[in-house]
């Protein structure tokens, strides 16, 4: 380009022009600021508080803690149910390893079974807030527990927690009435409040446990805290502590419960003892028993199958469930039962042959004394326990007094307050019968009834309270486990099903059956004159019930045959009869004679009335409060 | 000496040591005052992460050197040089198209054996507006129709190309710089306003040569709700954010957001999230009046250059550096679509950093060159 061209270029005016392109790009440029500012002023003023809740709740989590569970004391302040750290293997499914990997990481440090694998693999399927822990393994021993720790920093979301569980220190005498907690299932969730039960690992299963779950579970805590976009907890914020369980101190004495479960010795069988003045259940023995422990940390398959494969039954809590004839402790009721229709009287008298017929040369109804007891009334009856006395007192009554009568004391429902699962045994009726059997009752039934044999059927529980009313002359109280909540008295919104006072129309046949169960034990004939020499009155009743097979216990095995054949021995008793302060019923199965549970019964009486323990017992003294 | 505080400064201004050393040092403090404020802000957006900010330092620093190089060398030099900078640079360019190196779908690099990989598409952010510069300097002003088409090719032949690497947000700017010499060149408003027109034309082409991750930013801008998790995810926190910072912030390294991580990319094209968070909406008007500092100054050395060159130079290179920030703002606020601008001198990373400082060191020539009068 020539230099003479540019002469004829108007610099001035390219400047200019170029100067104003300038200034409408600086408008522009303050025109584009003035967006920016107006869409900031829109998200930060306007949308403020929008914004703010969102990255609030982007921020902030709520994570629920488990209250720790109200701890279950006796009667003393021993404690039955204890809370005890310990360590579990838990694991954030979003930040760990894929299951393969995860499993060939862990398999080497810790032994994990495969139900423990299968268990967590359930888990992961259920719902869950995301990057919540799952817990793999429970009760880590210290050994496990150092082994994991090393390796930690290897093993993304796998951490090690701590965490309260349940424990029982005496184990197996204690199990079927306390119960035991075990893993929730999504079966248990379903009738929880699933929120409050987020990160709680344990619910109650059976017994008191079960029973008072939401009594003893508490209220969880919330805290709110601060998350990062991994979810990770980076502070807390807010937080509402845990309100613990509320504790609970039940009737029972521990060092009772102990004592009448060894006293069973290798016996199975049952022990029930009331307070008969309140109802409160001081002992209630199933044995075998099995360690509850075992379900808090998580029983295998194997050990599971072996306490249900058991022929013992250790997982069969038989003081609510175990279905027994009465036998011989059912005949005090049955002779009140007699003198309140007016089919029997104290002066009346009666020969006892060695059998009883409903017909003559009809079929003979056996006393268990051969020669019979000869000339005797009903006090005599009961002392000796003249089988044929019953058998023709109950076939003049027929069944439908003696099930009126009965059920007053509780047989044939499920009575006691607050345990589940209790069994309601069998009191036969007119209708039962046609309704099971399609067959009218027919007075042969009724005789068999007459000694508490038959179709009827009861459980140590509803004998116990029965023995418990006669002891308090009437003054039925239903039996109960737990005394206090929170040192607050327990109470039950239907109060009509607590107590009831059963009258008579005489009502001093109380006192005289009571002195006729007393003279069982100080007469020289009476069935319970073993038990003679004590400071206190004992009234008691005798029994001894033919074998009722379990229905699920039928194999044939030639070692056991023997004594499986052997009658229950049962023993009901009350002490000190004049005022009783506790009332005792007695099973053990195939025990033969009524001499084993009375003599058990004496030993309580003597160890609740006068603290007569043996001295392995004082360690449950120095437990207490 | 008992002087008003103004003529103080401008005696400070013209003092004889910048002269010498051809440093603007208007320019200067207000880039030192941006990057002071940038610093600041990429503490807590590195979630305090000293050693990153030692890194940027490290980058503003190198950025600061170069720029005072290039403040030294007279405009004419840079005149001349232009057409074989760009020429230069277009082959460098077919070169990253046939041999360039990448990640994430995108040839952006090209590596020098046995050296460092380098990206020709920031240095064309350069070299563009100095082309068109060129190509005005000996040409009467307004352009004709004739020019302003040889320009608009000149401009789309390596805007095109980068746009096919793909790097729209580079593209874009490369675009822009050349259409804003073309601008101060004096186009006329017949031409922009009919430009205008037929964008809706080019926008639909435009869509059709986008790669699928491309038009999927642009969907999720349109609609970020559409996919909270995935692609949306960005926008809506970074919205989040801002909004709850609210007028005054919550207060400097409070920002749940950032400290936390829902900010995504934070300490780069994210970061004026962390500020508007921690700062509210206070702060970041003081970083846009950082921001108009420099800009202002920028125009001002335009319109006062001593030749047509000059001023379309150094006019281009501010309005560009403004569209930076625009762009970046705009995304990260959800009025633009997200594409991969950082927020000058205040963003972490490397490369724009320098080409930035680059520019305002051929700006400071400008400045500092001028003959006496």
């Not at chain 1, 496990?144 to 184990?171: C, H, I, M, N």
């Not at chain 1, 013992?312 to 003081?319: D, E, G, K, S, T």
């Not at chain 1, 020969?351 to 009903?378: C, E, F, M, S, T």
């Not at chain 1, 005394?483 to 008295?489: A, G, K, V």
């Amino acid at each position: 380009m020539g230099k003479h061209q540019q002469v004829f270029r108007n610099y001035r005016q390219e400047h200019a022009l170029t100067k104003r392109r300038v200034i409408v790009a600086a408008i522009f440029v303050l025109l584009l600021v003035g967006v920016l500012m107006a869409r900031l002023f829109y998200l930060q003023v306007m949308e403020y508080e929008l914004y703010q809740t969102k990255a609030d709740d982007n921020r902030v989590m709520l994570v629920t803690e488990p209250p720790p569970r109200g701890l279950i004391y006796d009667r003393n302040g021993v404690v039955l149910a204890d809370n005890r750290p310990i360590h579990s293997l838990t694991v954030i499914p979003e930040r760990a390893a894929r299951l393969p990997e995860l499993k060939a990481l862990l398999n080497p440090l810790i032994e994990i079974t495969e139900e423990e694998w299968a268990d967590y693999e359930d888990r992961l399927k259920d719902y869950r807030r995301p990057y919540q822990s799952i817990t793999l393994k429970t009760q880590l021993t210290d050994e496990e527990w150092s082994r994991v720790s090393v390796d930690l920093y290897k093993l993304d979301g796998v951490q090690v927690e701590a965490q309260l569980t349940r424990y029982y220190p005496y184990g197996e005498a204690f199990a079927h009435a306390i119960g035991y907690v075990g893993r929730i299932t999504s079966k248990d969730l379903e009738r929880v409040d699933r929120l409050a039960y987020q990160g709680a690992l344990f619910i109650g299963k059976t017994g008191v446990e079960e029973y008072y779950e939401s009594t003893l579970f508490g209220k969880p805590g919330i805290s709110k805290v601060e998350v990062n976009a991994r979810g990770r907890i980076m502070s807390e914020i807010e937080r509402q502590n845990p309100t613990p369980g509320q504790n609970l101190h039940l009737y029972m004495d521990a060092r009772l419960q102990q004592y009448a479960y060894d006293l069973l010795g290798n016996y199975k069988g049952s022990v029930v003892a009331i307070d008969p003045n309140n109802g409160g259940v001081l002992a209630m023995v199933s044995k075998p028993g099995f360690d509850p422990n075992l379900f808090v940390r998580g029983i295998s398959v194997a050990q599971y199958a072996d306490l249900r494969d058991d022929k013992r039954l250790p997982l069969f809590n038989r003081a609510l469930r175990g279905g027994y004839p009465p036998a011989s402790t059912i005949k005090p009721f049955m002779g009140l039962a007699g003198l309140e229709y007016g089919f029997a009287s104290w002066t009346e008298q009666y020969y006892a042959r060695g059998y009883y017929q409903i017909n003559p040369n009809g079929r003979r109804y056996r006393d268990w004394k051969r020669g019979g007891h000869g000339w005797i009334d009903l006090e005599r009856s009961i002392i000796e326990s003249v089988d044929t006395y019953y058998y023709q007192l109950a076939n003049k009554m027929g069944i439908t007094p003696i099930h009126t009568f009965l059920s007053k004391f509780g047989f044939g429902q499920s009575s006691i307050l607050d345990l589940n699962g209790a069994s309601s045994g069998l009191l036969p009726s007119n209708e039962w019968k046609k309704a099971r059997y399609k067959e009218p009752w027919y007075p042969g039934d009724s005789v068999n009834v007459g000694i508490g044999q038959g179709f009827m059927v009861a459980t140590p529980i509803q004998i116990a309270t029965a023995n418990a009313a006669m002891a308090a002359r009437g003054h039925m109280y239903y039996p109960r486990m737990v005394q206090t909540i929170n040192d607050m008295p327990a109470t039950f919104e239907d109060n009509e099903g607590v107590e009831h006072k059963i009258t008579l129309k005489d009502q001093r046949n109380w006192e005289r059956m009571v002195v006729a169960m007393e003279k069982v034990v100080t007469d020289a004939h009476g069935t319970g004159r073993r038990l003679q020499g004590t400071e206190y009155k004992i009234a008691g009743k005798t029994g001894t019930g033919q074998v009722f097979s379990l229905a699920d216990d039928q194999e044939y095995d030639a070692n056991s045959l023997d004594k499986r054949l052997h009658d229950h021995a049962l023993f009901i008793g009350f002490a000190p009869a004049d005022d009783p302060k506790i009332a005792v019923f007695a099973i053990f199965e195939n025990g033969g004679s009524s001499a084993k549970p009375a003599d058990l019964t004496k030993a309580l009486f003597d160890a609740y009335l006068y603290d007569n323990y043996p001295a392995e017992y004082d360690y449950f003294k120095e437990q207490g409060r | 000496m008992n002087m008003p505080y103004y003529e103080r400064i401008i005696a400070f201004t013209n003092a004889r040591l910048w002269r010498l050393t051809h440093v603007d040092v208007l320019l200067l403090m207000a880039l030192l005052l941006l990057m002071a404020g940038g610093l600041t802000i990429l503490y807590s957006a590195s979630g305090q992460d000293v050693e990153m900010v030692e890194r940027q330092i490290f980058r503003l620093g190198v950025g600061m050197v170069i720029c005072l190089i290039l403040a030294q060398l007279p405009p004419k030099y840079m005149r001349r040089a232009s057409p074989f900078l760009f020429v230069v640079i277009v082959a460098l360019l077919v070169g990253v198209l046939l041999f360039g190196v990448g990640a994430k779908g995108a040839q952006r690099w090209l590596q020098i054996p046995g050296g460092p990989r380098f990206q020709p598409s920031e240095l064309m952010k350069i070299v563009m507006p100095m082309m068109v510069a060129w190509y005005f300097a000996n040409r009467p002003l307004p352009p004709s129709l004739k020019e302003i088409v040889t320009v608009l090719v000149i401009i789309a032949v390596p805007s095109l190309m980068v746009a096919k690497q793909p790097d729209l947000g580079t593209a874009l700017l490369v675009g822009v710089s050349g259409i804003f010499a073309l601008f101060l060149a004096g186009i006329g408003w017949r031409y922009i306003l009919g430009a205008a027109a037929v964008a809706p034309a080019a926008a639909y082409s435009l869509w059709h040569v986008m790669h699928d991750y491309q038009r999927q930013r642009v969907l999720t801008f349109l609609n970020p709700e559409s996919d909270p998790l995935g692609s949306g995810w960005n926008i809506i926190q970074s919205k989040t954010a801002i909004g709850s910072g609210g007028l005054y912030g919550k207060g400097y390294l409070e920002g749940t957001q950032a400290q936390l991580n829902f900010l995504p990319e934070s300490h780069t094209d994210f970061i004026i999230a962390v500020l508007a968070e921690e700062f509210g909406m206070l702060g970041c008007a003081l970083l846009m009046c950082a921001y108009l500092l420099v800009i202002a100054r920028g125009l001002y050395i335009a319109a006062n250059a001593e030749d047509n060159y000059a001023r379309l130079l150094a006019g281009s290179i501010t309005l560009t550096f403004f569209v930076y920030m625009f762009v970046n703002i705009g995304m990260v606020s959800g009025i633009l679509p997200v594409v991969g601008v950082p927020l000058p001198l205040v963003s972490y990373g490397g490369t724009s950093i320098i080409t930035i400082m680059a520019t305002f060191g051929i700006l400071m020539s400008i400045q500092t060159h001028k003959r006496a009068r």
